[in-house]
């Protein structure tokens, strides 16, 4: 329930890259050329947000043109590259938008995340995200980085507000399985 009344406040969702928009693989071609995996659902969980005018953001340390095709792909609000110091952009995105840290939510895996989850209203981490990040974070998310974990999140926030745009679209008939 706890959870629920965190998510009822969220306006603006940011998410960390490696290991949670993907499942933290680096892969790179012999020009040093590197590759991402996004999962689909992930994707349709951020586009959801975005439909149902939640701000989303990404901040990363890393560069990189995948992740900015992604971000443009999925009609995202604001991108933060290079980010070493990840607290500045949560500042800037509270700036810029008028939101508090209460009404921010934030999904990251690894230690440089800390700094963020500790902040904001609802913190949250895939399952395989390292202990210090699992240990600081409210929602430990049952799915893996770029597995699913990101749609957990997106559902959650969605569902507590009943802001899901797809939910009066679809009949129980359409998606009824006969287990006999």
């Known amino acids: 329930m706890e959870l629920q009344n965190c998510a009822k406040n969220i306006k603006l969702v940011a998410f960390d890259v490696d290991g949670v928009l993907t499942d933290g693989s680096l892969t790179f071609d012999e020009n040093g050329v590197e590759y991402k995996t996004f999962n689909a659902k992930d994707g349709q969980g951020i586009v959801m947000l975005n439909k149902t005018g939640f701000i989303t953001a990404i901040i990363t340390a890393r560069q990189n043109g995948t992740v900015r095709h992604r971000f443009q792909n999925l009609g995202m609000t604001k991108l933060y590259e290079g980010q070493k110091d990840k607290l500045t952009a949560l500042d800037d995105l509270c ?86």
């Open 95 to 180: 700036e810029q938008f008028s939101v508090d840290y209460s009404e921010i939510a934030y999904m990251g895996d690894d230690l440089p995340d800390i700094c963020i989850l500790e902040k904001v209203g609802l913190s949250a981490c895939p399952a395989d995200a390292v202990n210090e990040v699992r240990a600081v974070s409210k929602m430990i998310c049952t799915k893996n980085g770029g597995r699913g974990a990101v749609r957990e999140l997106c559902d959650l926030i969605l569902y507590a507000q009943n802001k899901n745009p797809f939910i009066n679209q679809v009949k129980i008939s359409d998606v009824a399985i006969d287990r006999h």
